[in-house]
Every structure is written in C-alpha cells, then in structure tokens.
C-alpha cells in the first residue's frame, strides 16, 4: 500500500549504548462485558478526508529449561511460546516483534514521548521491573535514559535482543508462577499488554505489592480492543465490535479475561491488592492518520502500521484454538484493515494507564 512520505510514522528511536545482555533463567519450582467508558474531550481532524491507507540471542540457559523454551510451538505457519503453565495466545516470531515495537512507539508518542507516568524519583530510579517486556523496547529506552536504574525485564520468550544497555537484564520468566524475587526490592514495576494473560487479576497485583518497596510504584498499560468513532454511529454488527466481541468471548473461554481494560478494573483489582494513591488515566488512540495534531497523527499512523503487519497473528490462536473458526478469521482481518483504513470514521480505541503506590506501612 503506498502513502505520502509526509504521511509516513518517525522511524522507532534506536536504543544507545549497548553491552552483551545477560539473559537469565531461574530456577523455578514448577459473559459479554460492557464497553469501556469513552474518555472525555475530542481528538481534532485534520481538513482532508484522504481515506489511503499507510504503506502496506544469546541466551544463557539451565540444561533443565533451554529445550522446553526454545523449541518454539507452531501454528499455522507460525511460531508461539512453549510453557506449560501459560497459554499465551500472541505469536512470537518477526511479524508479531515487528508489530509490537510499532505499538510501543505509537503508545510512547500517545504518552508525550513519555515511557511511564507514576511519580517515581527520576533522579535515583532504583530498581525497575518490566514485567511482559516483549520485545524489550520499552526497557531498553527506560535503562537508555535512567543509566542509575538497575533494570530487569521478563517475557516467556527469549525473543529480545543481545546488544542492551549495560544497566538491563531480560530474564525468562512466568509472572503467574511465584516471584524468585525478595519482597520489598523494587522501586517501581511496570506492566504493560497483558490482557487475555491472566486468569486472577487480584492475586497478581497481590504479588505485585509484595515485591514492591514500601512507597514503590505499580504502573499498567492496557489497550481495549474495541475500535471507536465519534462522528458516525457504528452498527451494531460493525466490524470492530464483532472483534472486540470475539476476542471478550475468547477471554472468557480461556478463564483469561481480555475486559482487564474495560470500564475501572484495573484500577479496582489493584484496590483489593492494597494499593494507595490510585490514579487512572484513559486516552483516546486515533487508528490511522487522521488527528489534526502532529503528535496524535503520528501515533495514529504507527498504531495503524502495527495493526496492518500482523491482524491475522492477533487473531489466529484465540479464534482458531480457543472459539474453533477456521476461514471467518481471514474474513475478520481483512473487514478490519478495511475499517481502520478509513478517516472518514476517525477510529481510535482506549489506552488505560493505572499506577498505584505500595503504602509506605506495609
């Protein structure tokens, strides 16, 4: 698909220096929900109505662990974790990787080039945890500007890179599994995309809590699933909610709910951890290049690019494995890329941020 070099997302910041990582693995004892609440104020369009669309490890291993992790899964031509205690339903081979650092630049420039909003001590970050890191993006741009900050990042694939910051580690690991970690040691935890994760949202900020330091902070990031407009009404039967639709349902299937970003739940499963000082913020993500702003229309641009490289990598596993379609998905994917092509709709979806304190008491 071509576009206008004009039109075209910044490139993703490459992170600076960078050392050998250290990639470790421990040891290890082995019904449909409402739509989330649309935040308030508008997102103003630009003039045009143009509806083109964007141009289309080491690892350091236990001899116990290494094959059961790197023989990698496989599912209609691609690549999915290998760990018997989490049923993670994303891919985790290029495509997928590719798609998700477009997502982190997209959220990062929809934060105002900001990597977290918790009120942590800049100046002496301390220790930091990345829980879900992915890709290892987002860590690797926290350790970049924090170089004091001891940073750790956790995934269940070894898929990040081996050249890192010299003050950052990626550890293989399962947050559902119990924390190797000592309680009260990190200074501030951040968890961003686990919707569709976790079966007891409540027990893992518990955990959470317990390896925070008192006066530490928890931040999450969720993005909905559910695709907006709001300046033309969207029938029921629209694509984006037979999407959304289809992934709660999978998530209520798995007993691994995807709703962990609808309406206040996180904000309330951190209430009953025992969180303090809870503060919940909803942005308004445009799809496409729609947005007036500059700032907004290049998040709009890479949120879009993330979703055209892998729709069908989103959806395969949940829908094939977990709801048994077979030929709707491809259908489903492409009436989706379709949709979010146009900016006639001006579609956007809703990122969730929640952080919460440890109280210092505790």
Known sequence: MASNKEDSPASPRAPGSATPAAVTLPGRATSS???????????????????????????????????????????????Y??????????????????????????LTMLLHDK???????????????DVGTGTGIRAMDFADEFPAADVVGT?????????????????????????????????????????????????????????????????????GCQGYSDVVELPADHVFN???????????????PFTICCDDNIKRHMEEAGFADITQTRFKLPVNMWAKEERLKQAGGFAQLALEQDMEGLAMYLLTQVLDWTPEVLVLAGNMR?????????????????????????
């Open 33 to 79: 929900p409402q739509s989330p609440a649309k935040p308030t104020g508008t997102i103003e369009a630009k003039d045009d109505d143009d509806d083109s669309a964007l141009g289309h490890q080491s690892l350091l291993s236990t001899e116990s662990v290494a094959p059961s992790i790197l023989s990698y899964r496989k599912l209609h031509g691609r690549t």
């Open 81 to 106: 974790a290998n760990v018997k205690n989490t049923e993670y339903w994303g891919p985790n081979d290029a495509r997928m990787n590719e798609g998700l650092d477009l997502i982190h630049n997209s």
């Open 115 to 129: 990597l977290f909003l918790a009120p942590i001590d800049k100046a002496n970050p301390g220790r930091v945890l």
């Open 155 to 223: 995934d269940l694939s070894p898929i990040q890179p081996t050249w890192v910051p010299s003050n950052l580690q990626f550890v293989i690991d399962d947050c559902l599994l119990d924390w190797t970690w000592p309680e009260n040691h990190f200074d501030f935890i951040h968890m961003r995309g686990l919707y569709g994760c976790v079966p007891d949202w409540t027990a893992l900020h518990r955990k959470v809590l317990k390896h925070l330091k008192p006066g530490g902070w928890f931040e999450q990031v969720e993005t």
């Open 242 to 256: 037979r999407w959304a639709q289809a992934f709660y349902a999978g998530g209520e299937k798995m007993g691994r």
């Open 338 to 362: 379709k949709e979010i092509r146009r900016k006639s709709i001006q579609p956007y979806t809703i990122v969730t941020v929640v952080n919460g304190r440890k109280p210092l008491e505790a």
